[in-house]
């Protein structure tokens, strides 16, 4: 059975990065270059005319940054997945892209198949989820307000169930529906219904900001 087509949209300021990603994304047979924006006000025009599947977001743009730009997409009707683009491991933009709805982040010198698969991963509806990553990113952005963001994050996951509180802590270790089922001996349709309700429960919109509140609550 042949692969569906993911329609992909690029913005960044940068002409060259655009042509690189374009060049490195349209050799794969299944994804859909279907139009790029160089700041973050055309990325929105573009995204609702094209209808992009997934949205390859860079974070520092004129007009609207990229996590504006990911907040606003996030909110339409039926959104597209967003993959933030960032120079640097650490940029300290990109937790605050995250807790917007973009589903992860690529490093702007990631290996051509990994952008590939990582394009794929997020079109299909699972994130990018790197718990070493999270964790730092985490502590990054660390402050004072520590004790009561954790206060915040263990009052909103005390709506979850017992079993739905294992599968969100799971998911912030970076476990797939695969790993996730192995692990709490259940099925993978069983694991998909959890994650479906936990994100309702919780009023978020991906796996990512799953494991941010995990994390926040100091449960992962």
Do not use: C, W
């Amino acid at each position: 059975m042949t692969e569906p087509t993911v329609r992909l949209l690029i913005a960044d300021d940068d002409a060259l990065v655009r042509a690189g990603l374009r060049m490195i994304l349209a050799a794969d047979p299944t994804i859909d270059v279907v139009g790029e924006a160089a700041d973050g006000r055309t990325a929105i025009r573009a995204a609702t005319e094209l209808r992009p599947h997934v949205v390859l977001m860079d974070i520092r743009m004129p007009e609207l940054d990229g996590i504006a730009a990911t907040e606003l997409l996030r909110s339409l009707p039926e959104p597209p997945q967003v993959i933030v683009l960032t120079t640097f491991h650490l940029d300290d933009y990109v937790l605050a892209a995250l807790r917007a709805g973009a589903s992860g982040f690529l490093l702007k010198d990631t290996a051509p198949t990994q952008i590939v698969q990582a394009v794929h991963t997020v079109a299909g509806g699972d994130a990018m989820l790197s718990p070493a990553v999270t964790r730092r990113l985490i502590a990054r952005f660390a402050d004072d307000t520590a004790n009561s963001r954790r206060a915040r994050a263990a009052e909103r996951l005390d709506v979850l169930s017992d079993r739905e509180r294992q599968v969100a802590i799971e998911v912030a270790r970076g476990a797939s529906n695969a790993d996730v089922a192995a692990r709490l001996y259940m099925s993978e349709a069983t694991v998909k219904a959890h994650v479906s309700r936990l994100l309702t429960k919780l009023d978020l919109t991906n796996r990512v900001q799953v494991a941010i509140l995990v994390h926040d609550a100091g449960l992962a």
